[in-house]
């Protein structure tokens, strides 16, 4: 079941970080060691080598790794306070992440949690500094040496204004570690960076068709302490969306903006990525917003907005830039005020109205979930699940694939109160994959993601597909798109729903967390969750006097087979089932494994005796009969084969239920590299099952879902499964 935490939406500035680095020391431990050993810290887990930097490609020219000291008589960790002007870019196309370091600048408590301030290159100065960063519910604490990628005694990654100030190097070095190379950071969004930055929760508005009061929700939003970013869309190229092409048209080069399962294609292209316009604006790249104005601007009132380039330059040449005439009909002292250190520092004002008109996305992540309010503090509860997609089980897809849509995750989602003076209740969904970075190196990139809700129905543990067939969903994510997180807000009435997350395209793995926010009293928890198993006791076997014509034949091949002790062994069980089953035209299959056998005999074997009789052979030939039906059921195509995907289906229908990490343990064991179960491996799979959940029962005599074993009653039952 993956893992659940509920809490509630007060900050978290107490939790305190985990430590990561391989040996288990903290970065106290570590300073302490080198101070006491007179060395300068070397990590072992992010060392000064070729594969930190690049994992595709070769390092293009000679790099140096140096310390701080080597670059600068006199360095500093930072030089007065750590401002947003300390930040410029070097090579690595990583825009995202200094914008939202330069948005972490404005809000002095989160920027303190970020960047610990206890480190210098003076007192205590062991060549060995931390940084904090939240990732999936948890707070972690990376550690790195202050060795840093230089050419000709300059660095050429993110470095300061200041040729003395190192604290933002050292930050995306912390940064680069914590996703596996500094290659990882390439391409990405702002608002993740801000997330791992806060452990905030995101929202996008497309400037193009943003509410009203777009500048009074950012405006608020900066008040209250959240992040912002903005970027342009490059130019892109629509195309009518055909499903089963999709992937003659994914790649690295591409992002996928699939609006809600059908639409159109948007193609990017990669060569047009940050090309500046001739206003001094640049596309596809990353911007921080770092300020919002009201002034009196002959005799109007103008709504600004103040802009950071995190190259350090390259700046808006239009109305409201640096120079511009416009300043010259403003007040002296609003003037002073609004331009104060106004220099060719990639900051730069524009009017509000022309921003809209330029830039067409705003992200904002809000610091705390008691942040998403629009005017007074409330109380949020938030509850938080871990869970993944696994091929063949839990990797069903979006909605248009209807076959294996139903064996998605599903959650339960009970909203109880309304808001304050109002009939619904208020939600924040947040559906984030996890790890895709460090995957990256492995040849995985992000996945395709969305949500789906709908109205839960009653007394359901998990919806099954006809469910999907004839509902329409309540709400739903607006695209189905390539980022980390995919976050949406709706007001719905108080009621229980179904959250459903998938991949865009069945069969496609990844680990997610999803967060739910809501403003009133709520419940969630997981469907699909329960264990347990109905399994009555079989029938006795009708005497010999009263058998049908099917169990005369069976007892006649019976005696044929077995000895004089009137029981079958294993191979003579694999001998008369095989040929018994290969009569019956409807199965297909190439004949029962010595493995089934073996696991056939575990189960109905009552005496011990490790062989069958024929009472105990005619009440396995009864379950056998219904498995039969079961699979052929699902065989429609009469291939001798059952997806993986219908199991939990097959499973149930024979008296057992399992959990969505029961049944991604059963798929990855007996599913082919079609997501197909053969006759064979289903009817092994079944026999197991009951056999332990018979073994369980027998133990669990009072009935309380757990029972106490001897290391030998472990081992006896393993064995014997």
Sequence with gaps: MPLQSTLSGRGSGSIKAEDTQSDGKSFEELRHECLQKGVLFEDPDFPAVDSSLFFSQSVPVQIEWKRPKELSENPKFIVGNADRTDICQGQLGDCWLLAAIASLTLKKDALARVVPHDQDFDHRYAGIFHFQFWQHNRWLDIVVDDRLPSVRNQLIMLHSASNNEFWSALLEKAYAKLHGSYE????????????????????????????????????????????????????????PFNYYYLHLLQSSSSVLNLSGCFGFLQITSSAESEAKT?????????????????????????????????????????????????????????????????????????????????????????????????????????????????????????????????????????????????????????????????????????????????????????????????????????????????????????????????????????DFLIRIFSEGKAGALEMGSKVDADLPDPPMPSPPEEESDEEKGLRRLFEQLAGADEAISVRELQQMLNGVLSRRKEIKFEGLSLSTCHSIINLMDMDNT???????????????????????????????????????????????????????????????????????????????????????????????????????QFLMLSMNV
Excluded at 186 to 202: Q, W, Y
Excluded at 425 to 438: F, G, T, W
Aim: glycine fraction near 8%.
């Design 610 to 712: 490790g062989k069958l009789e024929f009472q105990e052979f005619k009440v396995f030939w009864e379950k056998m009969k219904k498995w039969i039906m079961l699979f052929l059921s699902f065989d429609t195509d009469r291939s001798g084969k059952m997806s993986s995907y219908e199991l939990r289906i097959a499973l149930k229908a024979a008296g057992m239920q399992l959990d969505n990490k029961l049944l991604q343990l059963v798929g990855l064991r007996f599913a082919d590299g079609n997501y197909d179960i053969d006759f064979d491996d289903y009817l092994t799979c079944i026999v197991r099952l009951e056999s332990m959940f018979r073994a369980f029962q027998a133990m669990d005599k009072f009935k309380r879902g757990r029972v106490n074993m001897t290391m030998m």
């Design 184 to 239: 990882s950071l390439k391409g990405g969004s702002t608002m993740e960076a801000m997330e791992d930055f806060t452990g905030g929760v995101g929202e996008v508005y497309e400037t193009k068709n943003s509410p009203n009061n777009l500048f009074k929700i950012m405006k608020k939003a900066l008040d209250r302490g959240s992040m912002m970013g903005c970027s342009i869309d490059v130019k892109f190229l629509l195309i």
């Design 278 to 510: 001739t206003t001094g604006l640049v596309k596809g790249h990353a911007y921080s917003i770092t300020g919002l104005e009201e002034v009196n601007y002959r005799g109007n009132t103008i709504q600004l907005i103040r802009v950071r380039n995190p190259w350090g330059q390259v700046e808006w040449n239009g109305p409201w830039s640096d120079k511009s005439r416009e300043w010259s009909y403003v007040d002296k002292a609003d003037k002073n005020r609004i331009l104060q250190n106004s220099t060719e520092d990639g900051e730069f004002w524009m009017e509000f109205e022309d921003f809209k008109r330029n830039y067409d996305k705003v992200e904002i992540c809000n610091m705390t979930p008691d942040d998403l309010t629009d005017s007074t503090k409330r109380h949020w509860e938030v509850s938080m699940f871990e869970g993944n997609w696994i091929r063949g089980s839990t990797a069903g897809g979006c909605r248009n694939y209807i076959d294996t849509f139903w064996t998605n995750p599903q959650f339960m989602l009970q909203l109880e109160d309304a808001d304050d003076d109002d009939d619904v209740c208020s939600v924040v969904i947040a559906l984030m994959q996890k790890n895709r970075r460090k995957l990256r190196k492995e040849g995985l990139d992000l996945e395709t993601i969305g949500f789906t809700v709908y109205e839960a129905p009653d007394n359901e543990d998990q919806a099954g597909k006809d469910f999907f067939r004839y509902h329409a969903s309540k709400a739903r994510s607006k695209t189905y798109i390539n980022m980390r997180e995919v976050s949406e807000r709706f007001t719905l009435p108080p009621g229980k729903y179904m959250l459903v997350p998938t991949t865009f395209q069945p069969h496609h793995e990844a």
